[in-house]
């Protein structure tokens, strides 16, 4: 099996800054793209960063500037820093792994629980 442990959510002023992690673990073989997604209450979960196995990465339009996204794939880590945040950044964060399995020859997506953003004065 494979786990995705998300932490570091809170609550935070608006222009104030915090920096999630996502740690996976279990029988992992290796894994290719990790990508940090939201959700915020009554909306769709959206992507918000994604990044490669090789490092290239990606934003939504709504974060490019403010937010970065990081991996160590020694640790099997993966970071979101978040800066100049807004109240329209609160959502549940979530990061999502395509993990290969010890033995297995296929990636599948794994979820994480999610940890929650609130930024408000």
């Known amino acids: 099996q494979v786990q995705l442990v998300e932490s570091g959510g809170g609550l935070v002023q608006p222009g104030g800054s915090l920096r999630l992690s996502c740690a996976a673990s279990?029988?992992?073989?290796?894994?290719?793209?990790m990508a940090w997604y939201r959700q915020a209450p009554g909306r769709q979960r959206d992507l918000v960063a994604l990044?490669?196995?090789?490092?290239?990465?990606t934003y939504a339009d709504s974060v490019k500037g403010r937010f970065s996204i990081t991996r160590d794939n020694a640790k099997k880590a993966m970071y979101l820093q978040m800066d100049s945040l807004q109240v329209d950044d609160t959502a549940v964060y979530y990061c999502?792994?395509?993990?290969?399995?010890?033995?297995?020859?296929?990636?599948?997506?794994?979820w994480g629980q999610g940890t929650q953003v609130a930024v408000s004065s």
């Open positions: 279990g029988r992992i073989g290796s894994i290719d793209t």
């Open positions: 999502k792994a395509d993990v290969r399995q010890i033995g297995s020859g296929r990636y599948q997506d794994y």
């Open positions: 990044i490669g196995g090789g490092g290239g990465s």
